[in-house]
């Protein structure tokens, strides 16, 4: 069964450091992958996707993710972290032609000034 | 051009009632997808519907139905509500049934008391 893992239930950063954050699939072949963004009370906004060709994707606000076949990963990146990006984010695949999207639990991020 | 939208925001309804939630899709999209996102957990695939047919459902009650009207908006339907059913259902809008990237409602708050 297709599943999604994000290890990282909570993390924390600092006001300009770095960010990664984990997603790792199962799935028998190459699905559509996805990452999403949740504020507060809010509903979905997409971050970026990949759905085939260059695997390093470059989505809006400053964020990307680098697909690798090999390791069934699709991480989250972003240089510099702005207060702002606090909300939780969500790791998704979809299979190519289907309809189900199956998202990670998801992983919230904190962000100290 | 307007996003999903999605009604009510909010509403409260005791156990064993029923409630209707609704979902506009964006201008153009032929597909809504329901999901059921339980508070610290990612969403759960309900229904999609496209061309008005269902297409797909997940692992939930019959307690649980939707349908698709001739404009491509779409009504959840929860009958007999348990306390359970206490959620943030977010309704998905995409261009065809296939694997495209899905486009979400600000949802509705759905507290059974």
């Known amino acids: 069964a297709q599943s999604v893992t994000q290890p990282d239930i909570h993390i924390t950063v600092s006001e300009g450091a770095s960010l990664e954050l984990r997603c790792n699939y199962s799935y028998g072949a190459t699905p559509y992958l996805f990452w999403y963004v949740q504020s507060p009370g809010q509903g979905l906004q997409l971050l970026l996707k990949y759905f085939s060709g260059d695997t390093l994707v470059q989505g809006i606000k400053g964020f990307e993710a680098e697909f690798k076949r090999s390791q069934s990963s699709f991480n989250l990146r972003k240089p510099s972290v702005h207060w702002s990006d606090a909300a939780e984010y969500f790791c998704a695949v979809v299979r190519s032609g289907t309809y189900k999207y199956i998202f990670g639990t998801g992983t919230r991020l904190k962000v100290l000034a | 051009d307007a996003g999903v939208t999605q009604s009510p925001t909010h509403l409260i309804k005791t156990r064993g009632q029923h409630v209707t939630l609704r979902c506009s899709p964006i201008?153009?999209?032929?597909?809504v997808s329901w999901y059921q996102q339980v508070l610290g957990q990612g969403p759960q695939f309900i229904f999609q519907?496209?061309?008005?047919?269902?297409?797909g459902r997940g692992n939930f009650p019959d307690r649980f139905s939707a349908r698709q009207f001739p404009n491509y908006s779409s009504e959840l339907n929860v009958n007999a509500l348990l306390l359970g059913d206490s959620a943030l259902y977010l309704c998905?809008?995409?261009?065809?049934?296939?694997?495209?990237?899905?486009?979400f409602g600000q949802g509705t708050r759905l507290t059974v008391v």
């Open positions: 201008s153009g999209h032929k597909s």
């Open positions: 998905a809008s995409s261009a065809s049934g296939g694997g495209t990237e899905a486009f």
């Open positions: 519907y496209y061309e008005k047919e269902e297409r």
